[in-house]
């Protein structure tokens, strides 16, 4: 999921996150952290182990790269080359000839890789254009919104972005990249910039241009995890802004949960029709 420009923030978002009630929570109802940036660090962090593994196993030739990539479908790859693939060969097929090997994919079970493709790169410019926009946008959201509800949207539109990937994308590619969480935060960011009555043109300008980019690119870019990341985050940062004062907490778990399940049920629906 390659990503595009960084470099937004929101004052009046910050501000109303900063407001809280005695039990010291932001104005979301989330925790307020000591250190608003801890949570992006550690991302970062595991962002760039992943692509140090890769990096020192043979990058795309790497069988680590097989096994993290989003792949819609199982593929037989050369046991000497994980990055070359035989189409058309099933797993019995590729089971025969001793210099093959399968690698599962999403509709044969290997459900992880929604997520770890998320925290998958190759190109150090694909990682670090992510982790820029992911330097940028995550304290200020943190600081918002609390540690632990900015993880879950995070993560929930990481899984948004992938799930979109495996209804849309081709079943014989590979997708990998974290752009569907980074686009996730920045329609996190428009919803509480809205809520607060701020300024959304530039924001809006921003999301405009990295979705231009986005269309321009598309036949290399993954406009599908793009999409599905922007979709995600809308979502959840509406549940998370708009939820009732009264019981706020009780109403954000269940629109977090109530997510969850229509992606996990996207997912298996979409298993189902490649089965």
Known sequence: ??????????????????????????????LRSGNPGLTSIVLIGVNAAVWLLLMVSGGQRSEWYARLALLPEGRCIPSDRPDQFF?????????????????????????WQLLTSAFTHLEIWHIGF????????????EQAIGRGRFLALYLLSALAGSTLV???AAPGG????????????????????FKVGGNTQPILGWIGINFLIT????????????LGGFLGGL???????YSPRSRRTLWQSAGLVGLTLALV???LARTATLN
């Open 1 to 30: 999921m390659h990503d595009a420009a960084v470099g937004f923030q929101c004052p009046s978002c910050i501000a109303e996150g900063r407001k809280s009630t005695r039990s010291g929570r932001t104005a979301y109802g989330g």
């Open 87 to 111: 189409p058309g060969v099933g797993e019995a097929a590729c089971s025969v000839a001793s210099s093959r090997t399968w690698v599962d994919g999403v509709s044969d079970g290997a459900y």
């Open 166 to 168: 495996y209804w849309l």
């Open 174 to 193: 590979s997708t990998i990249g974290a752009s569907g969480a980074i686009f996730g935060l920045m329609g996190a960011l428009l919803v509480l910039a």
């Open 265 to 267: 049920a996207g997912v």
């Open 215 to 226: 269309v321009v690119g598309r036949g290399f870019i993954s406009w599908q995890g793009h």
């Open 130 to 141: 992510n982790m820029l926009a992911l330097w940028f946008l995550g304290p200020q959201l």
């Open 235 to 241: 979502v959840i940062a509406v549940v998370l802004a």
